[in-house]
């Protein structure tokens, strides 16, 4: 298939687009290399698949209405992948408009491509996030999720809707994935096990919210890559038992459905530094500190329906998922 992903630099698009480089798929990648963290990271992601025969490297801001629409009717992907978004939570309370522009009038413009060009399935990225204020665990896509505790929530949520809306009104079939707290080796310099690597290595202290007691559904970048591909390769259909007196929020009499990513076992915040103490071999200075604002306690996947529908349930524990990362960064940063 022609596969066109948004975010190709990314974390999560740049391993995507290896996965489907290697099984003989064609890859169309978007990104706009944003400075948001290390652009040279980004590059060097980038240039994994740069040189691959079957990888087309397209530079495009989302919310540039005639490149994106350009892009899709020059190269008109059987599939498309939405991965680019604007990320964080806390910097959603410093720099609201770029959530809005990237995440919702960049997305719209992705709905458009889809909609005018004959995709035959749009996958995209939403966040554990979206959860807010719930506090019923495990976390479910037949949950109500109208309490949003940050403007990034929002605007994943606001991608969900519009999502269904382009499913309802054009019959484009779409899936939604909540990601969870997502690590490994390519990572993010803005997330925790980044930052904390960084600092425990330099033997500067490291910010712990919440007094480590948050817990984290973390899951490992191989084992969202694996959802996002089974997702992507099952074509989403109405529910014939949807029923509008008693709407269920994870799927719709149109081709939509949610599915949570999550790796199912919370680790206490604290563990997880742990563990990655034990894989530096040196301890780390905690600066305690209250739970942010935007923060949520706890995240917690019910996979159910992931594993109903594609037969997959992450499963690298955080053991072996920061052994990697570490790995990875001393070998990348030659540390």
Same mark, same amino acid.
């Given at each position: ?37 290390? =652009? ?13 025969? $079957? ?12 490149? =994106? ?26 720099? +609201?408009?770029? !959530?809005?522009?990237?995440? =919702? ?20 990225? &939403? /966040? /554990? /996030?979206? !959860? ?33 809306? !382009? ?11 909540? @990601? ?15 930052? @904390? ?11 712990? @919210? ?25 074509? +989403? ?13 994870? /799927? &719709?009499?149109? +081709? ?40 949520? +306690? ?31 960064? $001393? ?5």
């Amino acid at each position: 298939m022609k596969i066109l992903i948004t975010g190709a630099a990314g974390f999560i698009g740049s391993a995507l687009a290896l996965r489907l480089l290697e099984r003989g798929d064609e890859v169309v990648g978007i990104d706009n290399l944003n400075d948001y963290y290390d =652009v040279s990271l980004k590059q060097a992601r980038l240039a994994r698949t740069a040189e691959h025969p $079957r990888f087309t490297d397209l530079r495009i801001d989302l919310e540039d209405r005639a490149a =994106v629409a350009e892009a899709f009717a020059s190269h008109r992907p059987d599939r498309v992948v939405n991965l680019a978004a604007q990320a964080g939570v806390r910097y959603s309370l410093e720099n +609201p408009h770029a !959530y809005v522009d990237t995440n =919702v009038v960049g997305f719209v413009n992705v709905l458009e491509g889809c909609r005018h060009n004959g995709v035959e399935h749009l996958v995209y990225a &939403s /966040s /554990s /996030s979206v !959860y807010g204020a719930n506090t019923r665990m495990p976390f479910s896509v037949h949950d109500n999720v109208d309490h949003p505790v940050s403007l990034y929530a929002a605007t994943k949520k606001a991608n969900e809707l519009m999502a269904h809306t !382009y499913s309802h009104l054009y019959r484009l079939p779409v899936t939604g994935l909540r @990601f969870f707290t997502v690590y490994g080796p390519w990572g993010r310099p803005d997330m925790a096990l980044f930052k @904390f690597t960084r600092n425990i290595l330099e033997g500067k202290p490291i910010d712990v @919210f919440n007094y480590g007691r948050h817990r984290r559904d973390f899951t490992y970048i191989d084992d969202i890559v694996e959802g996002v591909i089974r997702t992507l390769d099952r074509i +989403p259909e109405p529910n014939p038992e949807w029923n509008g007196d008693a709407p269920d929020p994870g /799927s &719709s009499n149109a +081709p939509y459905r949610l599915y949570n990513i999550g790796n199912n076992q919370p680790v206490e915040l604290m563990h997880y530094i742990e563990v990655l103490e034990d894989c530096l071999g040196r301890k780390a200075e905690k600066n305690l500190l209250p739970l942010q604002p935007g923060d949520v +306690p706890d995240t917690y996947a019910n996979v159910e329906d992931l594993v109903r529908d594609v037969g997959y349930k992450p499963a690298t524990p955080v053991e072996e998922g920061v052994r990697n990362f570490v790995d990875w960064y $001393r070998d990348f940063y030659k540390v």
